[in-house]
């Protein structure tokens, strides 16, 4: 069977033979009902605990509207321009509003990102700046029950009316994007974001697809109520990347509506674990960098057998991703070092490092990638492969003519569930 892997900006193609084959692991898509915009006008109109926008919008002096980085795909260059237009019939023009990209710690959205993420028309009608977590523009508002000090950016709470745009998908240790998540870590400070990390990351129950019970999405919302947003609007995207759900209001019941729907595609039962388990990190932007990329390892792990092997097929062209994330591999051997490391200091990407070394633990993982083989072998500790095929055939050498193949194409996204 020939079987297509997203792959950056193209695709990759494998052959597995019908004697190998367990099964091709893929969302239960959902057709849209409806045009993009169609779908974002009705949610905007038809709001979950909230007045509609246009008239929350009346009598504001000016907006804030907070959107992902370019390491989400959230289609915010559609989501954009019926906002800007309900906020200016409500009196508040272009140049009254700013945009702030929730980029937590990761790095400034270039000018060119910014132009492809917002559209063309959006980027030119508005103002707008990246989080700098290291920066002093944030302004202390309360602490959570965990003991989170919440320090939010100044251009968010000094906006007349908030607005967060973003889209729900699974989260590996947060449960779900989406909603709060725009706030915390998104336009917190580096310190307020370490705190939560200390507070909640290392609870089993910090896992994806779980909201209840999930101390990290607790503390998210919690913080989240410390500086609340006016509105949300998020959507949902099937695997084609098509908006099949909107929803806007109140910024958890959007995030609950929007993970039900989730639920309903990319959560995935599977019968057999693998011997072996293909997994594409879904290319761009979700396979941007490792420290992307990382996350199709994750949910790849409950479908594996012990001491399987992995084949990680992740584009990566901006490398690591992190400083952080390349000086802590370096720096560190063993999950356990890297544990007690970020109890005394959380550094966002040696979480994922963390992670990596127990997946490190359970698997072998081979990569294939636009990465150097030094980078990949010497410094992610995987074995480097030149292309998908080879890399499989050698797997099935490895453990013998009946093994047995999962194949996860979209494998950032889909959470795989063992059925015990």
């Excluded at 033979?17 to 367990?22: G, R």
């Amino acid at each position: 069977m020939k079987i297509e892997l997203p792959y950056g900006e193209k695709k990759l193609t494998v052959s597995v033979s019908d004697k190998n084959l367990a099964g091709v692991i893929l969302p239960t898509d959902i057709s849209p009902e409806k045009g993009a915009r169609d779908a974002i006008v009705q949610a905007l109109e038809r709001p979950m605990g909230s007045r509609p926008l246009n008239e929350i919008a009346k009598g504001r002096r000016d907006a804030v509207i907070v959107v992902d980085d370019n390491t989400r795909p959230c289609p915010t260059w559609e989501m954009i321009p019926p906002v800007l237009d309900i906020l200016n019939g409500a009196g508040i023009p272009d140049e009254r509003i700013t945009v702030i990209f929730a980029t937590g710690t990761h790095r400034t959205v270039r000018d060119d990102e910014a132009e492809r993420l917002l559209g063309k028309e959006g980027a030119s009608r508005v103002r707008y700046i990246s989080n700098d977590p290291h920066g002093e523009d944030f302004t202390y508002v309360g602490t959570t029950s965990r003991g989170t000090d919440m320090e939010v950016k100044n251009a968010y709470l000094n906006a007349d009316l908030k607005i967060l745009l973003g889209d729900v998908e699974i989260h590996y240790f947060a449960g779900y994007g989406g909603g709060r998540k725009s706030i915390l870590p998104g336009i917190c400070s580096y310190r307020t974001i370490q705190e939560n990390y200390i507070a909640n990351f290392f609870s089993h129950t910090a896992a994806p697809g779980v909201l209840d019970g999930n101390p990290m999405y607790e503390n998210m919302t919690e913080a989240a109520r410390l500086a609340p947003p006016d509105f949300t609007l998020n959507v949902v995207q099937n695997s084609r990347h098509e908006i099949v759900g909107a929803f806007a209001g109140d910024f958890d019941m959007v995030l609950r509506k929007g993970a039900r729907l989730i639920d309903r595609m990319y959560k995935v039962k599977v019968k057999e674990r693998a011997d072996i388990v293909i997994a594409a990190a879904d290319g761009n932007p979700h396979d941007i960098n490792m420290y992307q990329a990382y996350k199709a390892i994750h949910l790849s792990l409950p479908v594996l057998k012990d001491g399987g092997r992995i084949i990680l097929v992740a584009a990566c062209p901006d490398g690591i991703g992190s400083k952080a994330y390349g000086e802590w591999l370096k720096k560190y051997d063993t999950p356990e070092e890297v544990e007690a490391a970020l109890r005394k200091e959380f550094i966002p990407g040696g979480h994922k490092v963390y992670f990596q070394y127990n997946a490190i633990k359970k698997a072998r993982i081979s990569m294939v990638t636009e990465m150097t083989k030094e980078t990949v072998e010497s410094l992610l500790r995987f074995t480097y492969e030149e292309n998908v095929q080879e890399a499989l055939e050698k797997a099935l050498e490895e453990y013998g003519e009946k093994s047995r193949v999962l194949v996860i194409p979209r494998a950032t996204t889909t959470l795989s569930e063992w059925m015990e």
